[in-house]
């Protein structure tokens, strides 16, 4: 998709746009010959308006030197119109949730003309509703004659959407089929030579030993608002709490907390048994709690540096990564290499920057890093977003034999399934607060989903 988009340049072969032969140097070639990518992690200026975002490096100029915010807030109108997105120009970006946010992205690619969309993971941060009003979009703009590049590891989705589907596996072609004479199961076995993994856990080995235990947590904003509020939970070795909720709702505030990397208000966070409250992020991480962040590239990797100081990274106090006062760096090169086995990080050396790894084995080696040392608990956010399928499925294994071994989990995810089949216990917040305890044995995803957004707190 790089290259298509014209972020990087083929090796060989030929690209045709409508039949005609291009080559594209830098995006804005791609653009011009009316291709459009919605990145997976959205590329958006929250403190900017909706109108600003849109026409950001595509101003439009009345007389060749005043910006015309008017022509533009009318063609926006008109598009939005056009496609049913129901964008509203004049919003600031950071008070939209994310299914506005990526009909923004959509309307951003739209207003320079494109008619070929390439979206990525583009439901990855999508309630079931979201989903859906996202796929009535898509199909509005098909009927409008554009071409849509709908890349995903859901195979349902992928099924329910596309006319045509290719599978990829290891950067190669493996089939194009027919969504009508094809199964999930059948796209599973062509992507990674196996039937289609399950999250499910259906063994408990949640035991009475209390590992991290949370009480009061209030987390507050600049101006005092609370964005948590007094929230309290118990997590025991053996067990996945998961924490179901619309993005934006407080869990990545709750996260950070328990990192110690966001100041809040509480009256008990303990760690087996120790107080961690007014223990900084380093010390907290040597305690037991492994980490795997939401955004890998924004808190999770140093992207131009090689794999073994990346395994370094958060550990920097501990073995096999140091010797005395120093960083051991045969040390941390002999464990990198034992994550790049163990988690099947497909990688051509432990020196490549991690920024040349795709986002699954990024995300194994994170997981690696995260799982090593022993650690007593393990905040898990989004661990298997944006990744393949044989990368999602190597994940839940590590983290059920985690589990089974006696790990503590707080597992954050949009994907519903994800939730339910790996949760022992599963709570649900809304605005900051818990609002219902839901036994992720009897729920389906539509009644969590529901449960999320206020329509069925009682669930």
């Known amino acids: 998709m790089k290259i298509l988009y014209g972020m990087q340049r083929p090796d060989e072969g030929e690209i045709r746009v409508e039949g005609k032969p291009v080559g594209f140097h830098t ?19 929250d403190n900017l308006t909706v109108l600003e975002n849109v026409v950001l490096g595509s101003e439009p100029r009345r007389g060749g030197v005043a910006l015309d915010f008017g022509a533009a807030r009318k063609k926006i109108k008109e598009i939005s119109d056009a496609y049913g997105l129901g964008v509203r120009p004049d919003v600031p970006v950071e008070d939209l949730g994310v299914g506005d946010r990526q009909r923004v992205e959509i309307l951003k690619v ?63 072609t493996v089939a194009t089929v027919d969504p009508q004479e094809v199964t999930s199961r059948k796209l599973a076995e062509l992507m990674v030579g196996s039937e289609l993994p399950s999250p499910e856990t ?64 509480v009256a008990t966070l303990t760690l087996g048994g120790a107080d961690i409250s007014r223990w900084p992020t380093l010390k907290r991480r040597a305690g037991g709690i492994g980490y795997i962040p939401e955004d890998r590239h924004r808190h999770g990797l140093l992207l131009e540096s090689p794999l073994w100081e990346n395994r370094i990274l958060g550990h920097q106090t501990r073995k096999p990564n140091i010797k005395g006062p120093w960083i051991d760096r045969a040390g941390a090169r002999a464990d990198t290499r034992r994550i790049v086995e163990e988690y099947d990080v497909r990688t051509p050396g432990i020196d490549v920057d991690a920024a040349t790894l795709s986002g699954g084995n990024q995300q194994k080696l994170i997981v690696g890093r995260e799982m090593s040392g022993d650690p007593v608990l393990l905040i898990a ?79």
């Open 27 to 45: 995006p804005a070639d791609a653009i011009d010959a009316g291709i459009g990518m919605v990145h997976q992690h959205f590329m958006l200026a």
């Open 202 to 265: 259906r063994e408990s080995t949640v035991t009475d030993v209390v590992a991290l235990s949370v009480r009061d947590l209030t987390v507050r904003t600049g101006d005092g608002r609370p964005v948590v509020e007094n929230v309290s939970f118990d997590i025991r070795k053996g067990e996945v709490l998961g924490i179901a909720g619309v993005e934006g709702n407080g869990q990545a505030e709750l996260v950070e907390a328990i990192m110690g990397m966001r100041p809040c208000e």
């Open 381 to 459: 956010s989004h661990p298997t977003r944006g990744v393949d399928i044989g990368a999602q499925a190597a994940i839940w294994d590590h983290l059920r034999t985690a589990r089974a071994a006696g790990l503590a989990v707080l597992l954050i995810s949009a994907d519903l399934d994800e939730l339910i089949g790996l949760s022992d216990t599963l709570k649900v917040i809304l605005r900051g607060r818990i609002v219902a305890d839901v036994d992720p044995a009897n729920v389906t995803p539509e009644q969590l989903g529901s449960a999320m957004t206020g329509a069925g707190e009682g669930v």
């Open 110 to 172: 739209l207003y320079r003309g494109a008619r070929i969309l390439i979206l990525d993971e583009p439901t990855a941060v999508l309630v079931p509703h979201e989903v859906e009003e996202l796929f009535d979009n898509l199909r509005g703009l098909v009927r409008e004659g554009l071409t849509i590049l709908f890349i995903s590891h859901k195979l349902d989705e992928v099924l329910r959407v596309a006319d045509e589907i290719t599978v990829i596996r290891r950067g190669t």
